[in-house]
C-alpha cells in the first residue's frame, strides 16, 4: 500500500523528527495486565464435573489468520479461538482426551500452517498419531489424515520448517523418546513420513523429548532434552534428512540443574531455553558452534511452554517464581526481564502463545476443582492480556486524543527494533491516523493494527 507523502530516506532524520514530537508520556515502561477472559464451551466429550475446562496441554497462535489453538484434553479436541474479537469459534474433536495418564492423553502438542489459501491443523495424540485437519473453516475442521508414528504412547511437542515443508513430532514418553519427521505438500495435506525413529545419542530410556522449534539461520530443528542419561539435560539439534547433529550438554556448561522443556528461538539467533525443574533458571543459550550459555534467569524456572513474539522481539516464558504461577516477559536485544506477570491461580498454567498484531497474550487457565480452585475463572477459560502505555501527549495537542488514557497495544503503536544496532526502543515510530502521518512520510512497510475504532497504523522507513 503506497501513499502520497514525501519520502524521508534517512532514519536519523526519522528519530530527530520523533524527538521534536513524542513527549516522555510514550516512553513510560509498557505494563501486560488482564483484558479479558475467552470463555472455553463444553461439549459431549467432556468428563470432567460439571463440564469445566480442567486438562489442557500447549497452545499456537497463526499468525496469518489470527486464530489461537488450543491442545483441550477436557474436550478431546484442539479449541480455536479468534484473535481478533477474541471469541470461541469451532473446534477440531476426535482425540483421545483427558485418559488415566498424561502418556496416553491428547490433543498434545498443536500447529497451524496456511499456505495457498488453505489452513492445515496439525495435533498430536494420545495414540501415537499425528492428525491433521482442513481447518480453512475454524468453525468445521475437518479430519485428512491420522497417521501413527509407530510408539507405544503419546505424540507430543512439533515444529514445522516453512522452508522444507516439514513438520517435527516428539513420541517423547516412550523408550526410549524418538522423534518423527513428516512431509508436508507446502505444509498442507497430504503428509507422509519422511524419517522415524529418531533418538538422541546419549540420552536415556525414559529421559523424554520437549519442545522443538526450527531455526533458519542453521536449516535444522532444536529440541529440548530433559536429560542426557540422567544428567541436567540440554539442547539437541536435528538435520532435515533425519540425522542429529551437535548436542548441547548443561552438564558441561557449568549448570546444576534443568530438565529443559520450553524452547524458542529468537531474531538474536538464540535459544530461550526454559527448565522445567523448579527453583533452577531459565537459559539464554547461544547454538553458535559448540553453543554457550549466553545468560540465566533466576527469577522463573518450572516452565513448559515458550513463547517468541517477533514484533516486540521478546520471550514470553510459563513458569513459577517466588510468588507463585507467573509468566515472565524476557528481551531477546538486551537479555534483560521486563515483566513478571502474577497469574493468580495456583493450579499449572503452562501453556502461552501472543498475537504478533495486537501484542495479546493467550494464557489457558484450568477451571477449579476440590483441590485448586481458580479465582480467575472457576469454569475455566482462556486468559488474554495486553500491554497499555500512558497515551502520547503529542496525540492529544493535535486534538486526536485525550491525555490521561490507557491505550491498548490494539490500538496504539507495536514497538519495533530501530536502526541502531545496540539500542531498542520502545517508544519511538510513526504514527498514523485514518490519512494523517505524524511526522509525513510514504511507507516502506505498512501494518493494519486494528480494524476497530480508528485506522490507526504503524510504518517503517525504507532501510530501518
Given at each position: 500500500m503506497m501513499f502520497n507523502k514525501p519520502i524521508i530516506s534517512s532514519c536519523v532524520l526519522l528519530l530527530a523528527a520523533l524527538g521534536t514530537l513524542m513527549s516522555p508520556a510514550i516512553a513510560a515502561p509498557t505494563t501486560y495486565s488482564l483484558l479479558a477472559t475467552i470463555a472455553v464451551p463444553s461439549d459431549a466429550a467432556n468428563v470432567q464435573p460439571g463440564g469445566v475446562f480442567?486438562?489442557?496441554d500447549v497452545s499456537f497462535f497463526d499468525p496469518t489468520t489470527r486464530l489461537y489453538y488450543v491442545a483441550d484434553r477436557s474436550n478431546a479436541s484442539v479449541d480455536i479461538f479468534s484473535g481478533a474479537s477474541l471469541s470461541f469459534l469451532g473446534r477440531a474433536t476426535g482425540f483421545t482426551g483427558q485418559a488415566a495418564t498424561t502418556s496416553l492423553s491428547g490433543p498434545n502438542g498443536v500447529l497451524a500452517?496456511?499456505?495457498?489459501?488453505t489452513t492445515t491443523l496439525y495435533a498430536s495424540d494420545g495414540?501415537?498419531?499425528?492428525?491433521?485437519?482442513?481447518?480453512?473453516?475454524?468453525?468445521?475442521?475437518?479430519?485428512l489424515q491420522s497417521i501413527s508414528t509407530g510408539g507405544a504412547f503419546r505424540v507430543d511437542d512439533m515444529a514445522y520448517s516453512p522452508v522444507t515443508g516439514q513438520v517435527l513430532v516428539t513420541n517423547n514418553a516412550d523408550a526410549p523418546a524418538f522423534?518423527?519427521?513428516?512431509?508436508?505438500?507446502?505444509?498442507?495435506?497430504?503428509?507422509?513420513?519422511?524419517h522415524t525413529g529418531?533418538?538422541?545419542?546419549?540420552?536415556?530410556?525414559?529421559?523424554?523429548?520437549?519442545?522443538?522449534?526450527?531455526?533458519?539461520?542453521?536449516?535444522?530443528?532444536?529440541?529440548?532434552?530433559?536429560?542426557?542419561?540422567?544428567?541436567?539435560?540440554?539442547?539437541?539439534?536435528?538435520?532435515?534428512?533425519?540425522?542429529?547433529g551437535r548436542l548441547y550438554k548443561f552438564a558441561n556448561m557449568g549448570l546444576a540443574a534443568c530438565s529443559p522443556t520450553g524452547l524458542a528461538l529468537g531474531a538474536s539467533g538464540h535459544l530461550m531455553v526454559g527448565c522445567g525443574t523448579s527453583g533452577t533458571q531459565t537459559v539464554v543459550l547461544d547454538p553458535t558452534g559448540t553453543g554457550?550459555?549466553?545468560?540465566?534467569?533466576?527469577?522463573?524456572?518450572?516452565?513448559?511452554?515458550?513463547?517468541?513474539?517477533?514484533t516486540l522481539e521478546d520471550f514470553f516464558v510459563t513458569g513459577v517464581d517466588a510468588g507463585g504461577r507467573v509468566f515472565d516477559v524476557i528481551s531477546d536485544t538486551s537479555d534483560t526481564l521486563l515483566q513478571s506477570v502474577s497469574l493468580g491461580v495456583s493450579s499449572n498454567p503452562?501453556?502461552?502463545?501472543?498475537?504478533?498484531?495486537?501484542?495479546?497474550?493467550?494464557?489457558?487457565?484450568?477451571?477449579?476443582?476440590?483441590?485448586?480452585?481458580?479465582?480467575?475463572?472457576?469454569l475455566g477459560c482462556i486468559a488474554v492480556y495486553s500491554q497499555t502505555v500512558p497515551e502520547p501527549d503529542t496525540l492529544a495537542l493535535?486534538?486526536?486524543?485525550?491525555?490521561?488514557?490507557?491505550?491498548?497495544?490494539?490500538k496504539q503503536l507495536p514497538v519495533f527494533r530501530l536502526c541502531s544496532a545496540t539500542s531498542r526502543s520502545r517508544t519511538a515510530g510513526l504514527w498514523k491516523l485514518n490519512d494523517n502521518f505524524l511526522p509525513a512520510v510514504e511507507p516502506d512497510a505498512v501494518h493494519q493494527v486494528s480494524s476497530g475504532d480508528s485506522a490507526l497504523q504503524r510504518e517503517l522507513p525504507a532501510g530501518c
Open positions: 480442567t486438562a489442557f500452517v496456511t499456505s495457498g489459501g495414540n501415537s498419531t499425528l492428525k491433521v485437519f482442513n481447518a480453512t473453516n475454524p468453525a468445521a475442521p475437518s479430519l522423534a518423527t519427521l513428516f512431509q508436508t505438500t507446502a505444509g498442507n495435506a497430504p503428509v507422509t513420513i519422511a529418531i533418538s538422541i545419542p546419549g540420552a536415556g530410556n525414559f529421559d523424554g523429548l520437549e519442545q522443538a522449534v526450527w531455526n533458519p539461520n542453521t536449516g535444522t530443528f532444536f529440541i529440548s532434552v530433559p536429560s542426557f542419561n540422567g544428567d541436567q539435560g540440554g539442547v539437541a539439534e536435528i538435520k532435515t534428512d533425519g540425522t542429529v554457550s550459555i549466553v545468560t540465566t534467569f533466576s527469577q522463573i524456572s518450572g516452565t513448559d511452554e515458550i513463547w517468541y513474539d517477533p503452562h501453556s502461552i502463545a501472543v498475537d504478533p498484531l495486537s501484542g495479546d497474550v493467550f494464557v489457558p487457565l484450568a477451571g477449579s476443582t476440590l483441590a485448586v480452585p481458580d479465582p480467575v475463572c472457576p493535535l486534538g486526536i486524543g485525550a491525555a490521561g488514557l490507557a491505550w491498548r497495544r490494539r
